[in-house]
């Protein structure tokens, strides 16, 4: 067997759901480390140089949000991030990062080796053909991968099925995807104001 399809760091305070989601990408040929905190994600991320960072947004200590920050200024490596809260703000926050997908609790492990497939394909793609991609597609395929998440969330859907509704909408309105991915992305902003605080 070779080196496995690529090296995956994955971070989470819930020893459970560590030990499936390690055991699930170890199945799916990858190659996994395993931290319950940001303090250790750090130093395994610095010493193994992992290819893709799958983090917990909520956690005792520094959370997803800080371990994230601290990849991608001094790492430059793609992450994802796993959360069982889609309110506004961690909505916001998670765009702001640029995280290459927002994957809403509780997962199954069909729907995480999937996303993180075509997190590896997306940053394939882009190591391998940079010069040629207008850098303004990367916040798009981002855009779509956020609505997917919110969607999964707000009707229970799996991952797939949240991609086809997004789809459809985008069809039914005349638009491209990335297009109707903000836009769904924008009414979830709309949605939190009155409440507010």
């Known amino acids: 067997m070779d080196r496995g ?27 996994v480390i395993d931290a319950d905190n940001g303090d250790d994600a750090i130093l395994l991320a610095r010493e193994h140089k992992p290819d893709l960072a799958l983090l917990d947004i909520r956690m005792e200590g520094m959370s997803g949000f800080d371990v994230a920050a601290y990849l991608r200024e001094y790492c430059q490596m793609p992450f994802m991030f796993l959360s069982a809260f889609s309110d506004d703000d961690t909505v916001r926050q998670v765009k ?6 927002y994957l809403v609790k509780p997962l ?52 797939g099925a949240a991609l086809e509704r997004l789809q459809k909408m985008a069809a039914a309105e005349g638009l491209p995807i990335a297009e109707q991915a903000e836009r769904v992305l924008a009414a979830v902003e709309l949605l939190a104001l009155p409440s507010g605080s």
């Open 5 to 31: 399809k690529g090296k995956i760091l994955v971070v989470d305070d819930d020893r459970l759901v560590l030990a499936t989601l390690t055991h699930g990408l170890a199945q799916a040929g990858y190659e």
């Open 96 to 101: 702001e990062l640029g995280a290459v997908a």
């Open 108 to 159: 199954d492990i069909r729907q995480i080796v999937p996303a993180v497939e075509a997190a590896f394909a997306s940053a394939g793609a882009r190591r391998s053909d940079a010069a040629a991609v207008p850098a303004a597609q990367e916040p798009m395929a981002q855009a779509v991968a956020m609505a997917v998440g919110v969607l999964m969330h707000r009707y229970s859907l799996a991952r």
